[in-house]
């Protein structure tokens, strides 16, 4: 069973930075890091979750939700068995509970419900 295990949210100012790590572990033998797309997802209160970023599982291939294009940065590092993702200029209307999730079926994917695995989330506050 994978379990990932999200660290780095807080609160923050309107403007700043926070960078989320997640770590990997529990892969079945026969599997590597790299056999999985990764992604963080967010949930804000009384919102459905949405996609943020997602990476492939080389890391060559990402995704950004619009709203976040230019601010955040996703990478992993497949040696390490973690994932990170960079979070610049941050707005209030980032405040939400984030997620670390992993896919095992697909190489890279944006979609939500393919996301087999998920951690138990690490919440970012941001303050005006």
């Known amino acids: 069973q994978v379990q990932l295990v999200e660290s780095g949210g807080g609160l923050v100012q309107a403007g700043g930075s926070l960078k989320l790590s997640c770590t990997a572990s529990?892969?079945?033998?026969?599997?590597?890091?790299?056999?999985?797309?990764m992604g963080w997802i967010r949930q804000a209160p009384g919102k459905e979750r949405e996609v943020v970023s997602c990476?492939?599982?080389?890391?060559?291939?990402?995704f950004y939700t619009d709203s976040v294009k230019g601010r955040f940065t996703i990478s992993r590092d497949n040696a390490k068995n973690t994932l990170d993702l960079q979070m610049n200029n941050l707005k209030p209307e980032d405040t939400a509970m984030y997620f670390c999730?992993?896919?095992?079926?697909?190489?890279?994917?944006?979609?939500?419900?393919?996301?087999?695995?998920w951690g138990q989330g690490t919440q970012v506050t941001v303050s005006n």
């Open positions: 999730a992993a896919a095992g079926g697909t190489g890279f994917t944006s979609t939500l419900e393919e996301y087999d695995y």
């Open positions: 529990g892969l079945a033998s026969d599997k590597t890091f790299d056999d999985y797309a």
């Open positions: 990476i492939s599982w080389s890391g060559t291939s990402t």
